[in-house]
């Protein structure tokens, strides 16, 4: 899968959240080197994760210690990062609308 907007993950761990940089780091490995085909194949992967909707997925990174929005693309084999942050920041947005 291609990941869009490594960059924001990046500023996210720059902006001091150096603790979720490895765990991000992991998580775009193992993304970028998927095949996933729809949300069964990343539910069997992240059994943690979210599915907000057809696009949405939410997931858990460092130890559940934030959440990483990403519309995925099944079809165009992408996934578009739309948020990562905090829990608290997390409960302020409406994710279905990202």
């Known amino acids: 899968m291609r990941i869009i907007s490594r960059r924001t993950l990046r500023a996210f761990w720059e902006a001091g959240?150096?603790?979720?940089?490895?765990?991000?780091?992991?998580w775009m490995?193992?993304?970028?080197?998927?095949?996933?085909?729809?949300m069964a194949d990343v539910k069997?992967?992240?059994a943690h994760a979210s599915v907000i909707d057809a696009?949405?997925?939410v997931f858990n990174i460092g130890g559940n210690k934030y959440r990483l929005v990403v519309k995925a693309t099944f079809v165009h084999r992408a996934l578009y990062v739309k948020f990562i942050g905090t829990h608290a920041?997390?409960?302020?947005?409406?994710v279905s609308s990202l």
């Open 17 to 26: 959240h150096g603790d979720a940089e490895a765990p991000l780091r992991q």
């Open 29 to 38: 490995q193992e993304a970028s080197r998927a095949a996933w085909t729809g």
């Open 44 to 46: 069997q992967r992240y």
């Open 55 to 57: 696009e949405r997925i």
């Open 89 to 94: 920041e997390y409960d302020r947005i409406d």
